[in-house]
């Protein structure tokens, strides 16, 4: 996994979101509807740094493969990429509001996982408690009543 960069940042920061048509409709199923969710996607990696690694579709949800810069939690990459796309898709389609009766696009909610390469909970946690010197980590002998262990 790639390092990204941000001004005064470096990170590697992965997400699996998943987000559903409302009602689970079968609105994203036409090619042309699908490369216009990629060209929306696309405008949204210019404007606020978030990269959409991969996108795929059911054509009643969506997974996108997303590396984002640590200012955005996972609900405002959520919120941010549906109320944009939503917006964007009943502009260029009127006619899916049919389908959703009206309504919304997107489904309340979403699925949301991180994603690493390979580096586990508990190496990270091995690798923090061995940091510092024998006398640095006599002095942070408290922290030990905080181990989940």
Known sequence: ???????????????????????????????????????ILSEITKR?????????????H??????????????????????????QMFLRSPEIKQDLWGGQFWSDGGYVGTAGDGTTMEIIRNYVLKQGTKEEKEGFKQFKLFSFR
């Open 1 to 39: 996994m790639k390092v990204s960069h941000a001004p005064h940042k470096v990170y590697k920061i992965r997400y699996h979101i998943v987000i559903c048509v409302k009602y689970r409709r079968k609105v994203l199923f036409e090619k042309e509807r699908i490369e216009f969710l990629k060209y």
């Open 48 to 60: 606020y740094h978030i990269n959409f690694e991969a996108v795929g579709t059911d054509g009643d």
């Open 62 to 87: 969506c997974h996108l493969f997303v590396d984002a810069p640590p200012k955005y939690s996972p609900s405002q990459i959520i919120n941010l990429t549906k109320g944009i796309t939503a917006r």
